[in-house]
């Protein structure tokens, strides 16, 4: 299997390493595997650079692209998640530098024929199990390696080198500790090398150490780290741009009020990536804006910081039909901002208010059209109620019993007794999410209603 795995048909060498996957999936196989990882290790690393082949699909990724229009057909489906949620973070398709779309990391995908499962993103995957199957004893073999291609003039070897480095984060966490006070520096200065590939997968794996990063001396990691992480967020690679905004979300995650200080220049720094972002990167952009709100919280309650967001969140708002699928994840990121701005979103309340209550009433009778008539209608896609009903928890939240007066002179109660017989759970657990928030905010609104919720 280890000369298999060295097959140039990489087809073979694909079904080679899955059948490293599998070993490692169980005791015996673990056992088996042990003696062997002076020989397997390197190989996976090995097979993780991009092969000439990939190179060429790729020549378009050295490009300075950010003006570059998006194809329809590049921007992937995304699908909202209610608020209640937990976030599951991907570390299986992640590790290939390929973005993927699975809680609150969305990744990129590149040209159609890199999005598929391949020998590069099956061998980081490998490596990821292994780290977390022999943990610190996988180090020994592997960071000798790492040191020489790490060190390579040679832009793919070391690349494959920086995402080894990722693919390990999570299992060798605690034996890659010692090393980090000097590889978190050398990775920094990886976020400035001329090839966009090393920049965009340096984002990647400097976030997975992230929760080493806000640990330590913030002058020595964390303040070089969102420095050079807000450049890159204005990169001039759209690949780039999206790495550095997914990276940026996972920092924002695990440092929480340590933005405060920086608040100013992070808050320019994302409406700068407005004017420059494509389609496809202003939907990493709309998750990093919420994720920042719900780091920070209150402390986005500041008049500057206020108009300097909202100006162009609200411009993108009313240019969206109801139908954009861009829509969702713009409400997705304003239920998260009018939560954290509090009393400073009243400029915005009833607009909002009123464009959520069109989506319900619009999707409620799109439900109530196709089961009366399946033949004729298309069955409604429910994310337009539950990101319309999150939003609306999210008003209530921010700027509590001001949402009353909206409450009392729409149907909202009404259509929120409708969605708590939902076949669909998220949508049940968005109503009734929506009913906790408004019985703090626009009690004397809701209470006629409560015995409706009992039929």
């Not at 009393?343 to 209550?357: A, K």
């Not at 109620?385 to 999150?390: R, S």
Request: one cysteine or more.
């Amino acid at each position: 299997m280890l000369m298999r795995t060295q097959d140039t048909d990489e087809q073979v060498a694909l079904e080679a390493c899955e059948f490293w996957l599998s070993v490692a999936d169980n005791a015996v196989g673990q056992q088996a595997l042990a003696p062997h990882l002076a020989q397997l290790v390197p190989l996976l690393v090995e097979r993780m650079r991009y092969s000439a082949m990939d190179v060429m699909l790729l020549r378009a990724e050295d490009e300075e692209d950010e003006l570059k229009p998006d194809k329809q057909e590049d921007i992937r489906p995304r699908f909202h998640k209610a608020k209640t949620h937990s976030l599951d973070h991907d570390h299986v398709t992640g590790p290939a530098g390929d973005h993927t779309e699975d809680g609150d990391t969305d990744e990129d995908d590149d040209d159609e024929e890199m999005t598929e499962w391949n020998l590069r993103k099956c061998s980081a995957a490998g490596l990821d199990v292994l780290s977390n199957v022999f943990h610190e004893n996988l180090l020994p073999v592997l960071l000798p390696y790492l040191k020489q291609v790490l060190g390579s003039p040679d832009w793919v070897l070391k690349e494959s080198g920086i995402l080894a480095l990722g693919a390990i984060a999570e299992g060798c966490s605690e034996g890659m500790a010692a090393h980090l006070p000097d590889l978190v520096p050398f990775l920094l200065g990886c976020l400035q090398d001329s090839k966009p590939l090393v920049r965009s997968i340096t984002c990647w794996t400097l976030s997975r150490y992230s929760s080493w990063i806000v640990l330590e001396d913030p002058n020595k990691y964390f303040k070089p780290f969102l420095a050079e992480l807000l450049r890159r967020i204005l990169d001039k690679n759209k690949k780039v741009q999206e790495a550095a905004c997914s990276a940026f979300a996972t920092l924002e995650e695990e440092s929480g009020t340590l933005l405060v200080p920086h608040l100013e220049i992070i808050v320019k720094s994302l409406v700068l990536a407005f004017r420059k972002y494509q389609s496809k990167n202003l939907l990493i952009l709309y998750d990093a804006i919420g994720t920042l709100a719900e780091a920070v919280g209150h402390e986005l309650n500041r008049p500057e910081y206020v108009q300097l967001l909202m100006d162009p969140l609200i411009t993108k708002w009313s240019t969206l039909s109801d139908d954009d699928k861009s829509t969702f994840p713009l409400l997705e990121c304003l239920s998260s901002v009018a939560t954290a701005m509090s009393t400073g979103f009243m400029p915005y309340v009833e607009p909002v208010f009123s464009r959520c209550i069109n989506l319900i009433d619009r999707s409620i009778q799109g439900q109530l059209n196709y089961n009366t008539q399946p033949e004729i209608y298309e069955n409604p896609d429910r994310d337009c109620l539950i990101v319309a009903l999150d939003l609306i928890s999210g008003l209530s939240e921010g700027v509590g019993s001001h949402v009353e007066p909206l409450v009392l002179r729409s149907n909202l109660m009404v259509t929120v007794a409708h969605c708590i017989r939902d076949p669909v759970p998220e949508v049940r657990q968005s109503a009734f999410a929506l009913i906790g928030d408004l019985a703090r905010a626009a009690f004397s609104a809701e209470r006629p209603y409560l015995s409706m919720s009992n039929r």
